[in-house]
Nanobody, 120 residues
Framework: QLPFVESGGGLVQPGGSLRLSCTGS????????IHWFRQAPGKAHEGVSC????????DYAAFVKGRFTISRDNAENTVYLQMNSLKPEDTAVYYC?????????????WGQGTQVTVSS
């Protein structure tokens, strides 16, 4: 069972908006800083945004700053990514990610991803 369920992806025209959701599945998100990554075809994963456990700190990649907003509702066990002014180059599978240290190792948690396609 994957720890996250991502949803909200789809096909949107350039300049449009989508809101992605990342909901814990038997997994309490409020114990973790949560990251959004994306992977376009033929490219490596790249970090998009992250949010602290309490939601008081956020960070964004330069290529989405001013267009995307990350937020969280720990009562709903969900993290959101509001994406505005979408561009064709935002087309990718978007994933939730978290990690924690287990002894000397880093345990990683990924969701299944949700496809975002920006095209006219």
């Amino acid at each position: 069972q994957l720890p996250f369920v991502e949803s909200g992806g789809g096909l949107v025209q350039p300049g449009g908006s989508l809101r992605l959701s990342c909901t814990g599945s038997g997994f309490s998100l409020d114990n973790y800083a949560i990251h959004w990554f994306r992977q376009a075809p033929g490219k490596a994963h790249e970090g998009v945004s992250c949010i602290s456990r309490s939601g008081d700190m956020t960070d964004y990649a330069a290529f989405v700053k001013g267009r995307f907003t990350i937020s969280r509702d720990n009562a709903e066990n969900t993290v959101y990514l509001q994406m505005n002014s979408l561009k064709p180059e935002d087309t990718a599978v978007y994933y939730c990610y978290a990690d924690r240290s287990v002894g000397s190792e880093i345990k990683q948690f990924w969701g299944q991803g949700t496809q975002v396609t920006v095209s006219s």
